[in-house]
């Protein structure tokens, strides 16, 4: 595949579609399930309040992986991202009731660098609060 937006149409600034995506404890099992990672902090409720969290939280990378998702849509390739990198600022916490949790995404183009690449700068929500800070992505545009 090949990146879907040219180098050349895109501006500093150009902002990408924003999106919404729902975590609920089905998902955190599921993830858990693929990556390996059962830390009970995902999972359980008893465990993760002992430890001293609010509730059961999102798997960082799992957070990390659905905002991207930004990013690869807006490319149309998921080949195109070069580089990828957050600091973890807030967990997403995910009560067990029938809403779950909500990671906002918005992103727009932060800089136009060279080899037809440009640095996307996130901005990443949850419940009001950014849960991800310096999350940076360089894509590589056609």
Same mark, same amino acid.
């Given at each position: 595949m090949t990146a879907r937006i040219a180098y050349?149409?895109?501006?500093?600034?150009?902002?990408?579609?924003?999106?919404?995506?729902?975590? /609920?404890?089905? @998902? #955190? &099992?599921q993830y858990a399930g693929a990556s390996g990672d059962f830390n009970p902090i995902h999972w359980n409720e008893k465990f993760a309040k002992e430890v001293g969290?609010?509730?059961?939280?999102?798997?960082?990378?799992?957070?990390?992986a659905e905002a991207v998702r930004v990013v690869t849509d807006?490319?149309? /390739?998921p080949g @195109? #991202? &070069?580089?990828?990198g957050v600091r973890f600022?807030?967990?997403?916490?995910v009560p067990n009731d029938d809403k779950g949790a909500v990671i906002e995404v918005s992103g727009k183009v932060?800089?136009?660098?060279?080899?037809?690449?440009?640095?996307?700068?996130?901005?990443?929500?949850?419940?009001?609060?950014?849960v991800l800070g310096m999350s940076r992505a360089v894509v590589r545009l056609a």
């Open positions: 050349d149409d895109v501006e500093v600034g150009t902002e990408l579609p924003a999106q919404s995506f729902p975590v /609920d404890r089905a @998902a #955190l &099992v969290l609010p509730d059961v939280i999102a798997h960082g990378m799992f957070t990390m807006w490319t149309g /390739d @195109a #991202l &070069v580089d990828y600022t807030k967990p997403v916490v932060g800089a136009k660098l060279d080899d037809k690449t440009v640095r996307v700068d996130l901005t990443v929500t949850s419940d009001g609060q950014k």
